[in-house]
């Protein structure tokens, strides 16, 4: 039910993270295709097909490959923090309602490439250093409007959350919810990172966090 990739081993890749990032957009276009032509081909599939949806954890550093394993069962794979936390980033998108998150590694690599929103900064499960996330919206110049303005919407609201202006966060979250609610409107009722964020700014307006807060949201849940 998963499907793991690395790039930049065992040969050298200089445009790794780039690679990363276009089979990630590739991907959830195709199955967004596929929804399309499982709905028309109706009765044929259940709902629960017409819906389907992946998620996808992108990090970029340092992993070891090798042959690993046994004489009796060997594969060449990865393993290190590294990955660990890409698969952190896929399992936690879903408290986001998002599909695909990268981490501040990956995003410094391909920021120049690629249109992206920031989604947060957290503490992963298993992690003590915190990593502020992305998600990867689509190339530069390529990029939808309505996504554009999702995130330029989304970025304002969250510049007011970190300088802690909650009711200017509200107001701009939820322009930004409208946003969201456009992009993928089957999914109106579920998670969405401005339903997320328009959450906690009503819980911190009644429950002020304290003076030296760092902005930094520790997740419970892998």
């Given at each position: 039910d998963a499907i793991i990739a690395f790039f930049g081993a065992p040969m050298p890749l200089p445009d790794?993270?780039?690679?990363?990032?276009?089979?990630?957009?590739?991907?959830q276009n195709a199955l967004g295709d596929l929804r399309k032509k499982w709905?028309?081909?109706?009765?044929?599939?259940?709902?629960?097909?017409?819906?389907?949806?992946m998620r996808i954890g992108i990090n970029s550093g340092?992993?070891?490959?090798?042959?690993?394993?046994?004489?009796?069962?060997?594969?060449?794979t990865m393993m290190g923090d590294s990955v660990n936390l890409a698969a952190r980033l896929e399992a936690s998108a879903k408290q986001y309602g998002i599909f695909t998150q990268i981490s501040h590694f990956t995003y410094n690599l391909i920021k120049d490439e690629f249109?992206?929103?920031?989604?947060?900064?957290?503490?992963?499960?298993?992690?003590?250093?915190?990593?502020?996330?992305?998600?990867?919206?689509?190339?530069?110049n390529k990029t939808d409007k309505l996504l554009l303005d999702l995130k330029n919407k989304f970025n304002e609201a969250l510049k007011n959350y970190k300088e802690k202006n909650w009711d200017q966060a509200i107001l701009l979250f939820n322009e930004s919810l409208k946003l969201e609610n456009e992009r993928f409107p089957e999914l109106e009722k579920k998670p969405n990172p401005s339903k997320i964020y328009l959450e906690r700014c009503l819980d911190f307006k009644n429950n002020p966090p304290p003076e030296n807060w760092d902005g930094v949201y520790s997740l419970t849940e892998k």
């Open positions: 790794h993270a780039s690679r990363a990032i276009k089979v990630s957009l590739r991907m709905t028309r081909e109706g009765d044929k599939w259940p709902e629960i097909v017409h819906n389907m949806r340092e992993i070891v490959t090798g042959n690993m394993g046994s004489k009796m069962r060997m594969n060449y249109e992206c929103r920031e989604l947060d900064t957290i503490r992963v499960v298993g992690k003590t250093e915190p990593v502020t996330t992305y998600e990867p919206l689509g190339l530069k």
